[in-house]
Structure formats: structure tokens, C-alpha cells
């Protein structure tokens, strides 16, 4: 049996969670560490480490909201293959947009983030 309150709870919980943890990152952990001078770097290049920190950091939050949309879902029970695809697959294929738009295409992930969301939508259309 399916209870719907406890599901859009959860979802709201996940969306304030999600909403904070990206907020205080950006309010209180980032400006500490990018101030640190030895801050180790990826590749050398302090802008491209500051970029892959703060969008890792904010991606947890992107699949936080993932799941509070498919507990939605389930919730109203429009839940079914297509709609959950449809939703996972958006999750992913964002994931990779924000990768590109941050990191640039020097990242080696966002295209495999790409060619996934799409394997999503066409496994699940």
C-alpha cells in the first residue's frame, strides 16, 4: 500500500536539503577553501579545480531534487516507466550540461553523462 504523505514529505525535505546544502556551500565552504593558498590543484590550473569543486559539490544536490521529483511521482501515482525515465534521464542529461557549462569540455565526464540521459530517454520513450 502506498502512502502519499510521507513520500511528498521526503520530497520536500530533498528539495530543502538540497536547496541549503548548495546555499551553504556557496555562503560558507567555498570561499574558505578557494581561499587556501596550497589548495592541491587537478591539473594544475587552480580555475578548473575550483569549477570541478564547486559543480560536484552542487550535482549532490541535482540528484537530491532527481529524487524528490520521482518520490513526487510515486506520491500521485503518475508514476510508470516513461515518466520515470523521462525524469532520470532529464537528472542526467542536466548533470552533463552543468559539467560542460562549468568545467568546460576538458572534464572527461559530460559526455558519458550525455550518451547516458539519452540512453535513458530513448530506453524508457
Not at 587552480?46 to 524528490?68: C, I, K, N
Amino acid at each position: 500500500m502506498l502512502s502519499r504523505w510521507p513520500l511528498l514529505l521526503a520530497a520536500g525535505i530533498l528539495v530543502f536539503v538540497g536547496g541549503l546544502h548548495s546555499y551553504l556551500g556557496e555562503r560558507l565552504l567555498f570561499p574558505r577553501l578557494f581561499a587556501l593558498p596550497d589548495l592541491p590543484l587537478f591539473r594544475k590550473d587552480r580555475a578548473f579545480t575550483e569549477a570541478v569543486l564547486r559543480f560536484a559539490w552542487h550535482l549532490t544536490s541535482l540528484a537530491w531534487w532527481g529524487m524528490a521529483v520521482v518520490l513526487g511521482a510515486m506520491a500521485v501515482n503518475v508514476v510508470d516507466h516513461h515518466r520515470v525515465g523521462m525524469i532520470l534521464g532529464a537528472t542526467v542529461l542536466l548533470t552533463g550540461l552543468i559539467i560542460v557549462v562549468t568545467c568546460g569540455v576538458q572534464h572527461p565526464a559530460w559526455w558519458l553523462f550525455l550518451i547516458a540521459g539519452e540512453c535513458i530517454l530513448y530506453g524508457t520513450r
